[in-house]
């Protein structure tokens, strides 16, 4: 089973930055893939960025790719969301959910994760 409790939301101007932590425990933690996802008003909830626990790796979405950065610190449990550049379109309920079961392809969609924070919103003015 793994907990996760998301933080570092709030309102940023288009062209600014935000980092979004996620603090997860949870004794399975080490073998867990850890994602982060985000729905929009009136939109789908998509996939932004995965990282595996134990070697590192790190996926993304086409939408955030080199505006992103997802890295996780193992000293600390916590992932982080670096985001840059940010857009309107960026504005959503940003959430981190873990899995232990999804690989390859699989980590890019949501019904793979069992494990989900409570959210934090991101809100994006012009």
């Known amino acids: 089973q793994v907990q996760l409790v998301e933080s570092g939301g709030g309102l940023v101007q288009t062209g600014g930055s935000l980092r979004l932590s996620c603090a997860a425990s949870?004794?399975?933690?080490?073998?867990?893939?850890i994602g982060w996802f985000r729905q929009g008003p009136a939109r789908a909830r998509e996939f932004v960025a995965a990282?595996?626990?134990?070697?590192?790796?790190?996926y993304y979405a086409d939408s955030v790719k080199g505006r992103f950065t997802i890295t996780r610190d193992n000293t600390k449990n916590m992932v982080y969301l670096q985001m840059d550049s940010l857009q309107i379109d960026d504005t959503a309920v940003y959430s981190c959910?873990?899995?232990?079961?999804?690989?390859?392809?699989?980590?890019?969609?949501?019904?793979?994760?069992?494990?989900w924070g409570q959210g934090t919103q991101v809100t994006v003015s012009s």
């Open positions: 959910a873990a899995t232990t079961v999804a690989y390859g392809l699989a980590i890019r969609a949501s019904n793979s994760y069992n494990y």
């Open positions: 949870g004794r399975t933690l080490g073998r867990s893939t």
């Open positions: 990282i595996s626990w134990a070697s590192g790796n790190s």
